[in-house]
């Protein structure tokens, strides 16, 4: 269901700066709208890219409809922003890979790495799940969905990059 153009949780009534946040005794996200209005079981993400945190977060009710998109985390006041960045964190599994040990180039594709996490070992369905972001930005999303980000493939050692340049 749709939610009806000028209503309190419209993206039309929304914005930035007129609503609030906070987490139920069930841990879900409560978006406030700026009539007292609530709505449970909001979600955060992230437009891509993944590089520009600051930028472009939307939120979406239950149902997946979009109720507000923020251009700009800075237009947010900052203790709603705080509620807002610390649910992303939450929702946000994203570790960072800092060496390549080796990946088969059959498929599935067997990577084992060292992540900002700790080392592991995880499938990759295909090779076009490993993506180049940017020039010297890439991620890797294994057969589970979790996506892992190479912040900048330079800073690799000279072994991961030419495993990871096969794939790119």
């Known amino acids: 269901m ?9 993206p039309e009534t929304l914005t930035p700066r007129n609503f609030r946040l906070e987490c139920d005794s069930w841990g879900q996200l409560v978006l406030i709208g700026p009539d007292g209005t609530r709505e449970a079981g909001v979600v955060p993400s992230r ?10 977060v939307s939120l979406c009710n239950s149902e ?43 498929e599935p594709l067997a990577w084992r790495v060292e992540t900002d996490r700790g ?9 076009a799940d490993v993506r180049r972001i940017e020039p010297a930005q890439a991620s890797v ?25 096969h794939f790119l």
């Open 64 to 106: 997946g409809h979009e109720v507000l998109a923020i251009p700009d985390l800075a237009e947010v006041p900052g203790d709603v922003r705080q509620v807002l960045e610390d649910a992303l964190a939450e929702r946000e599994f994203v570790p960072v890979i800092l060496k390549i040990y080796s990946a088969t180039f059959q």
């Open 141 to 165: 999303t294994d057969s589970h969905g979790i996506r892992y980000w190479i912040p900048d493939i330079h800073r690799l050692d000279r072994a991961s990059r030419r495993l990871l340049e």
């Open 2 to 10: 749709a939610i009806p153009k000028g209503s309190a949780m419209s």
């Open 119 to 127: 080392p592991t070992s995880f499938l990759v369905s295909s090779e």
């Open 47 to 56: 437009a891509f890219p993944v590089s520009d945190k600051g930028h472009w």
